[in-house]
């Protein structure tokens, strides 16, 4: 019987589950541009131009390996726009008997497939994802019954699992997380190794016209465009950040700095996540290079906690929870997101030059997006969809499964500490110790109030007194609520004023 094998836009993986078994005499590969998986938040352009070049030139790869592949693209006349109507049209196109495909990597879509047996009346077999290093089973099966879902436990279970890192039971080096030796602020004269970047070839170039045409309202610059869209060109990406800077990946890893968008972080999430490069793969390069004595225990270490742990860990929180965590909002946060995130127009300089760099590149490290981006909408009590509609948009590697979890759970505390043990709550002090920005701020990190102080100084202290009935039963807050209790009450009532003042203007103002 002709099989349709539909692959759809983060699964551009020659393994992936729905080319499994595939026979090339009568299967034909389906993969679907639609207009409604391109505008259902506002994509940085970038995001849109890697995930259909990169699905163009997959079908191309598929084709030079003699497999019958239809390609539906975006501007296309007949094209409907949405994923069932372009199945319908290519069933009725093939005359297919039925249909394979991976599950959707996020909750929305993967609603839609479950309807579809039933919808074209005829068998739709969807298959697992297997390019997790934990099931989606396995994970539920490691949750079950445990009060506490902490990703470290987690970590080390999969540590166990893999054998990574490990001295038969015992960890590497005797320790499991080296974090404590990865926390280093960038040093002056420290040279960054440049990006490695990707010239677009013709067909890549076709993709940047057509949406630099066709969503030139939505976020971000579509040029430069520098990121690999074939695997040939991720591998190199891989063996690139291997070799230049996973050495120090570890030492600089929560640094931040206004001249150095990408430090020694590995620019890899959207090659995983859309397929390009596997978990397994990416992660074994860095253990080769600690085997090989050419990287340090603590930066492959804290590599790998960041895959093997932090990104299986994520996933597997989203199927567990969704679809009802997505509408928790423990902290009732309500307020309107604020102009600035998409216009970079503030004089918070830590905030317009992360959002600046976002826009230019569709890329910000683990740390801006956690401790300035997420850090000001969880003390400014921004509504957790408002904020998770702006990260989904915003880099080149959202999608929803990883996004949802880091936003609402790691960054706002939404789900009420399903996730995190405490909200990653920080004044301006940590921001001046980890980056460069307050050197040429408008306002100072070290004034508490007043018009040159700190917006994020009097927005922590005013976090934690709004949120006292729900935060400070937690032990591990016991420390800032020990301050805030010493506090005259006449620097509270201060606090209260300008920050309500500051957030009042928020919604008009240019901050
Ligand atoms: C609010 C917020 C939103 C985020 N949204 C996304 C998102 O939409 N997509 C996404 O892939 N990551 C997201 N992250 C996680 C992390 O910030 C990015 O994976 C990382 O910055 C990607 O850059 P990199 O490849 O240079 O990462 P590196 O610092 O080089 O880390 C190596 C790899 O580890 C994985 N990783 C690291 N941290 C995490 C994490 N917390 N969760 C899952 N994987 C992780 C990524 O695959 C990454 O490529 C988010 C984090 C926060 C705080
Ligand atoms: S002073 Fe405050 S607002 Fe300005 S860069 Fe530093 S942390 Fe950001």
Same mark, same amino acid.
């Given at each position: 019987m002709k099989t349709l094998r539909l692959v759809l836009g983060d699964q551009l993986s020659r393994s992936v589950s729905a080319l499994q078994g595939l026979d090339s005499a009568k299967d034909v590969v389906l993969l679907l541009e639609v207009q409604a998986e391109t505008t259902y938040v506002r994509h940085h352009k970038q995001k849109i131009v890697l995930v259909l070049a990169a699905m163009r030139h997959f079908a191309a790869a598929l084709r030079a390996e003699g497999i019958r592949v239809d390609y539906v693209q975006l501007d296309d006349p007949a094209n409907t726009g949405?994923?069932?109507?372009?199945?319908?049209?290519?069933?009725?196109?093939?005359?297919?008997?039925?249909?394979?495909?991976?599950?959707?990597?996020?909750?929305?879509?993967?609603?839609?497939?479950?309807?579809?047996?039933?919808?074209?009346?005829?068998?739709?077999?969807?298959?697992?994802?297997?390019?997790?290093?934990?099931?989606?089973?396995?994970?539920?099966?490691?949750?079950?019954?445990?009060?506490?879902?902490?990703?470290?436990?987690?970590?080390?279970?999969?540590?166990?699992?893999?054998?990574?890192?490990?001295?038969?039971?015992?960890?590497?080096?005797?320790?499991?997380?080296?974090?404590?030796?990865?926390?280093?602020?960038?040093?002056?004269?420290?040279?960054?190794?440049?990006?490695?970047?990707?010239?677009?070839?013709?067909?890549?170039?076709?993709?940047?016209?057509?949406?630099?045409?066709?969503?030139?309202?939505?976020? &971000?610059?579509?040029?430069?465009?520098?990121? %690999?869209?074939? $695997?040939?060109?991720? /591998? *190199? @990406?891989?063996?690139?950040?291997?070799?230049?800077?996973?050495?120090?990946?570890?030492?600089?890893?929560?640094?931040?700095?206004?001249?150095?968008?990408?430090?020694?972080?590995?620019?890899?999430?959207?090659?995983?996540?859309?397929?390009?490069?596997?978990?397994?793969?990416?992660?074994?390069?860095?253990?080769?290079?600690?085997?090989?004595?050419?990287?340090?225990?603590?930066?492959?270490?804290?590599?790998?906690?960041?895959?093997?742990?932090?990104?299986?860990?994520?996933? &597997?929180?989203?199927?567990?929870?969704?679809? %009802?965590?997505? $509408?928790?909002?423990? /902290? *009732? @946060?309500?307020?309107?997101?604020?102009?600035?995130?998409?216009t970079g127009e503030t004089n918070m300089q830590c905030l317009r030059e992360t959002i600046g760099a976002t826009r230019r590149n569709a890329y910000a490290h683990h740390i801006q997006r956690l401790m300035l981006t997420g850090n000001f909408a969880l003390l400014a009590g921004i509504a957790p969809a408002q904020v998770e509609d702006w990260y989904l948009s915003v880099y080149a590697d959202a999608f929803e499964w990883v996004e949802l979890p880091n936003t609402h759970g790691m960054a706002l505390h939404a789900d009420g500490g399903r996730l995190g043990s405490k909200p990653y709550a920080a004044s301006g002090a940590y921001i001046d110790r980890m980056s460069n920005y307050c050197a040429g701020c408008a306002f100072s990190p070290k004034i508490k109030l007043g018009p040159k102080a700190c917006p994020f100084n009097y927005l922590y202290w005013y976090f934690l007194i709004v949120n006292a009935e729900k935060l400070k039963p937690n032990p591990r807050m016991a420390l800032p609520y020990g301050t805030l209790a010493r506090m005259p009450a006449e620097n509270k009532q201060q606090i209260i004023t300008e920050a309500e003042a500051f957030l009042d203007g928020l919604e008009t103002g240019y901050k």
């Open positions: 949405t994923f069932s109507g372009e199945l319908r049209r290519a069933l009725a196109r093939h005359k297919a008997g039925c249909v394979v495909a991976t599950e959707a990597g996020e909750w929305r879509v993967q609603e839609m497939m479950q309807a579809w047996s039933a919808e074209l009346g005829l068998p739709v077999e969807i298959r697992a994802d297997d390019r997790f290093l934990c099931s989606r089973a396995e994970f539920a099966a490691w949750a079950a019954g445990r009060k506490s879902l902490r990703m470290e436990l987690f970590y080390r279970e999969m540590r166990r699992k893999t054998g990574w890192l490990m001295n038969a039971d015992q960890p590497e080096g005797g320790e499991w997380n080296y974090d404590a030796e990865n926390r280093k602020a960038l040093p002056k004269h420290i040279a960054i190794p440049p990006l490695k970047r990707f010239v677009p070839d013709a067909i890549t170039r076709a993709v940047m016209e057509l949406v630099a045409q066709r969503f030139a309202g939505h976020f &971000g610059d579509v040029e430069p465009f520098g990121w %690999a869209v074939t $695997r040939a060109d991720a /591998l *190199k @990406a891989l063996q690139h950040f291997r070799t230049k800077c996973l050495p120090k990946f570890g030492d600089y890893e929560d640094a931040m700095n206004s001249s150095a968008d990408y430090l020694f972080h590995s620019v890899l999430s959207p090659y995983i996540n859309i397929g390009l490069l596997s978990p397994q793969e990416v992660c074994t390069a860095a253990l080769a290079a600690y085997k090989a004595g050419t990287a340090p225990l603590a930066a492959v270490e804290g590599f790998v906690r960041q895959i093997l742990g932090w990104r299986e860990y994520m996933r &597997g929180i989203y199927w567990l929870d969704m679809p %009802a965590y997505a $509408r928790t909002n423990f /902290l *009732k @946060a309500r307020r309107a997101l604020p102009d600035f995130y998409w």
